[in-house]
């Protein structure tokens, strides 16, 4: 019951009645990471794709000198590797665990069972991959046309948004924001140092406020430089 009431309330399965939402729970596998732990490594067989229940995950590429390139990170209720439902391919990244972390696996061929008695699945998941697009899209823009003060400025408007006000937390440690903005921590540091003496933001700690809305907005679209 209890893994019923949490497909329940996973927005991919909106829609869903509650004997489809049954069928489903028939073919899930409720997993548990310790943190630092590597759910696939890219290249390996896409034989599913997972839903965070609890945790956090980091999808990331390696290049071929090492260096790690943050390219998304998950919180609970979040979908992930779903590209393998419809490729049957390999996964392209990897997936680590940043916190102690539970998942959902739902296996491909049986998932695409389901999908063929429930189209309403296909909808939802497709909904699902459009966003992540978008997401990615943005993220190509920021990283090729806007400096990484304006990638900053944009990344805590985005955060203002998600958590509803001037005032919010960072997710994530500074080391793994630096890789998703395509820069080093050093000059993340610099950047919030400068930000904070311009009046654009006050930090304290993980803890950040938007003092100057407007001119964070002027930075992030690049009509204003740092």
Known sequence: MELLKIIANIPLFNGLTEPQLAELAMIVTDQQFKRGVTIFAEGDRGV??????????????????????T????????????????????YPAYADTMQDSRVLFIPREAFVALIGKNPALAMNMLGALSQRLKKFAGMIEALSLKEVPGRLAAHLLLL???????????????????????????????????????????VQGAKIRIVDREGLERLASGEEKL
């Open 48 to 69: 599913g794709f997972y839903i965070l229940i609890a945790g956090q995950v980091k999808i990331y590429k390696m290049s071929m000198d090492g260096k790690e390139q």
């Open 71 to 90: 390219l998304h990170i998950f919180g609970p209720g979040e979908p992930f590797a779903e590209a393998a439902v419809f490729t049957g391919k390999s």
């Open 160 to 202: 203002s948004g998600q958590q509803g006000g001037d005032e919010f937390t960072l997710n994530i440690g500074k080391a793994q924001l630096a890789s998703i903005l395509g820069t080093i921590p050093e000059t993340l540091s610099r950047i919030f140092k400068k930000l904070s003496e311009g009046s654009y933001i006050e």
